[in-house]
T-cell receptor
Framework: NAGVTQTPKFQVLKTGQSMTLQCAQDMNHNSMYWYRQDPGMGLRLIYYSASEGTTDKGEVPNGYNVSRLNKREFSLRLESAAPSQTSVYFC??????????????FGDGTRLSIL | KNEVEQSPQNLTAQEGEFITINCSYSVGISALHWLQQHPGGGIVSLFMLSSGKKKHGRLIATINIQEKHSSLHITASHPRDSAVYICAVSSDYGGSQGNLIFGKGTKLSVKP
């Protein structure tokens, strides 16, 4: 049982380049999330999807877009990468029913560096 | 002021010691989560609780809703417990989609 799978695990980009971080879960969860983790700060929510076909902004959505492709997959896109987006990105999923009060299952993270 | 505060930020213990990590929060919550982040970076959910106490193996989590405080205890600590422990709360505002608010984590190192 793979759980939450993120790709790639590492990526280096130049300023202005675009890329998409992929996330897939095999637990039949309705809710999915994208977070970023920066040194000295707690995890911060970028975007979330409460169910297939819906997405909403979190705390730090600027510079990002998301797509809930189907129930399994939730992708995060950086259209024009900036050095401030250097971070570790985590995808997570949880069961439906007031998603915030359900345990979240995390992927292993993507380490992204923007030069 | 952060809405979720953890203490201590860093903790070094000897193998076998009893460990306590504290979490205080300032918002109304529907649940509190304890997470473990391994040195390799992966994050695992340990507990989710809204009242009382939960136990799993050597780990015990307690919450006092009136005092807005939770503790994570590790009994008979072992070097493999070395990790960052993160407290997070599900706030109860905004209907069913309140934000999950994270503390900055407590880095635990258990020496053999």
């Amino acid at each position: 049982n793979a759980g939450v799978t993120q790709t790639p695990k590492f990526q280096v980009l130049k300023t202005g380049q675009s890329m998409t971080l992929q996330c897939a879960q095999d637990m039949n969860h309705n809710s999915m999330y994208w977070y970023r983790q920066d040194p000295g700060m707690g995890l911060r929510l970028i975007y979330y999807s409460a169910s297939e076909g819906t997405t909403d902004k979190g705390e730090v959505p600027n510079g990002y877009n998301v797509s809930r492709l189907n129930k399994r997959e939730f992708s995060l896109r950086l259209e024009s990468a900036a050095p401030s987006q250097t971070s570790v990105y985590f995808c997570a999923s949880s069961e439906a029913g007031g998603g915030w009060s359900q345990p979240q299952h995390f992927g292993d993270g993507t380490r992204l560096s923007i030069l | 002021k952060n809405e979720v505060e953890q203490s201590p930020q860093n903790l070094t213990a000897q193998e076998g010691e009893f460990i306590t990590i504290n979490c205080s929060y300032s918002v109304g919550i529907s649940a509190l989560h304890w997470l473990q982040q391994h040195p390799g970076g992966g994050i695992v959910s340990l507990f989710m609780l809204s009242s009382g106490k939960k136990k799993h193996g050597r780990l015990i989590a307690t919450i006092n809703i009136q005092e807005k405080h939770s503790s994570l205890h590790i009994t008979a600590s072992h070097p493999r417990d070395s990790a960052v422990y993160i407290c997070a709360v599900s706030s109860d505002y905004g209907g069913s989609q309140g934000n999950l608010i994270f503390g900055k984590g407590t880095k635990l190192s258990v020496k053999p």
